[in-house]
């Protein structure tokens, strides 16, 4: 299945370097939102909780479930794909969908955090 290769590729480039899906930009992506914005947003939901400070136990990618994006509140478009951001186990898992983009800049904002200054 062809859509599951590109998942697996992009699972790996976000796990990997984030920074390449950041600069590369999807020109199938309907979002324009720049990626300092990205990262302020993310920035801000890390602080007021929205979003967890941690890794996620697993990341999974998919096609949009038509739910609002965790970070940017857009629709994820049954025609686009999205990553789902898992924590903790079944029964209390709990999954957060993502822009790949909004994933990249979480995953950004989180190292920034943990890291030393
Ligand atoms: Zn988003």
Redesign the pocket.
């Known amino acids: 299945m062809q859509i599951a290769g590109e998942y697996s590729i992009l699972s790996s480039a976000v796990s990997s370097c984030v920074n390449v899906t950041l600069c590369r930009g999807d020109p199938g992506d309907a979002?324009q939102?720049d990626v300092s914005t990205?990262r302020e947003?993310a920035r801000e939901a890390i602080q007021n909780g929205k979003l967890p400070t941690r890794s996620p136990d697993s990341t999974m990618g998919g096609p949009g479930c038509g739910e609002?994006?965790?970070?940017?509140?857009?629709t994820?478009p049954r025609n686009q794909m999205e990553l789902e951001a898992v924590f903790g186990e079944i029964p209390e898992m709990h999954k957060y969908h993502?822009?790949p983009?909004?994933?990249a800049?979480w995953e950004c904002e989180r190292e920034g955090r943990t890291s030393p200054e």
């Open positions: 979002l939102m990205l947003k609002a994006c965790a970070l940017c509140g857009e994820l993502l822009h983009r909004c994933f800049a």
